[in-house]
């Protein structure tokens, strides 16, 4: 077996700003909730003719990581791309940035599994990397969200939280040190499935029934959310799953250096904090200007720590996610 690391880090989010009293323009909402209730004062959008898409911001933050991890594109074995928001129905993303980034055939892979997606895909390039199948393994989490939500008052309850970027991460053979990627933990509950959930387009509900239907209330292409149910569900998990890949380590919660929540919402993160009893410089929050950008929110925040000097070499850094499915997990990393 061998031991895996992250080698390099980079995120993109779009130019575009929108703030609170922009989205106020649109519906019927206003700073003073969104704050509260998500901690959220902007977020980034996709604008039109950007030349953005969910597979080319994924190509921007990769081309960042390959850079800082000092490999070519040529080097990468394989492609983990996770998001909910991919440019096309199928193929997927990872394809995408195969093409893109003018890479071998190598394997590509999308996972879909919401905001533990960065997780769940950190996870699987752990395990291709450990057993020795691959040396350098591309990670990327990428979000259009903006192309797909309901901005008038009816999807208000949705639409203030998320955000678009994407951020991506180079998983490397590790023959420097100790260290590295300790642990990953995966969990799901699909008995909740409906209830953080986007019903069609699909194979259930295809477009000619959605036109047939010409539904005005309960539309099913713009994704639905109970937000007290998700609310209470994540809280419980974030802080069992944190538990889980600590007590796997033989670590406690005072060893960590940074905890790297999933940025769903402000009053999520800071509910596990109090929780940990953990101090404001062990936990790292930057859904304040992101918003929750669902697959990307992770290494967006894991590469900003990172450039911002709070990532640094022998830093127990933990990463955990809850979303959608549900799904939820965690990373236990001794940073090289
Ligand atoms: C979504 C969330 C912010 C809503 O906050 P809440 O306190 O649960 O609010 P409610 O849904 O009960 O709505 C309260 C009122 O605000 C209204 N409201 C909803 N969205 C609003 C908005 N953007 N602006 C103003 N009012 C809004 C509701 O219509 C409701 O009005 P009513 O009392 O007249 O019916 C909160 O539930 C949450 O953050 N949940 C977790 C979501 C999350 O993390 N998702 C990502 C998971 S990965």
């Known amino acids: 077996m061998y031991t895996s690391y992250i080698s390099g880090l980079g995120h993109y989010v ?185 019903q069609g387009p699909s194979t259930n509900y295809w477009v000619p029934q959605i036109i047939a239907e010409d539904p005005q209330d309960d539309i099913p292409y713009y994704p639905y959310m109970n937000g007290q149910f998700v609310f209470k569900n994540a809280v419980v998990r974030f802080a069992e799953v944190i538990k889980e890949g600590l007590e796997a380590n033989q670590l406690s919660v005072s060893d960590i250096d940074l905890l790297i929540p999933h940025q769903a919402n402000l009053r999520i993160s800071q509910f596990v904090q109090r929780k940990f009893k953990l101090s404001d410089d062990q936990v790292y929050n930057n859904i304040q200007k992101f918003g929750n950008t669902t697959a990307a929110s992770i290494p967006i925040a894991l590469s900003e720590a990172w450039e911002e000097g709070k990532v640094k070499s022998g830093d127990l850094i933990v990463l955990a996610a809850f979303g959608s499915g549900f799904t939820w997990g965690s990373a236990i990393i001794r940073w090289i």
């Open 14 to 198: 779009p130019e575009n700003v929108v703030t609170n009293d922009d989205l106020a323009q649109l519906m019927d909402t206003n700073d003073a909730w969104i704050q509260e209730r998500t901690g959220i004062k902007e977020r980034r959008h996709i604008k039109k003719g950007d030349g953005n898409s969910t597979s080319i911001m994924g190509v921007k933050a990769a081309t960042i990581a390959l850079e800082r991890a000092g490999i070519q594109p040529e080097e990468i074995d394989l492609i983990v791309f996770a998001t909910l928001s991919p440019d096309m129905y199928f193929p997927g993303g990872g394809v995408q940035v195969q093409d893109l980034m003018g890479m071998r055939t190598i394997p590509a892979l999308d996972v879909r599994n919401q905001c533990s997606g960065f997780v769940y895909a950190l996870s699987v390039a752990d395990q291709f990397v450990k057993t020795g199948m691959y040396k350098h393994v591309l990670v990327i989490g990428s979000e259009n969200h903006s192309g797909g939500l309901d901005f008038t008052t009816r999807g208000r309850g949705v639409s203030v939280i998320f955000g678009d970027g994407a951020g991506a991460a180079v998983v490397s053979r590790n023959d420097k040190d100790k260290g590295g990627i300790l642990s990953t933990h995966l969990h799901s509950e699909g008995k909740h499935k409906d209830e953080l959930s986007l």
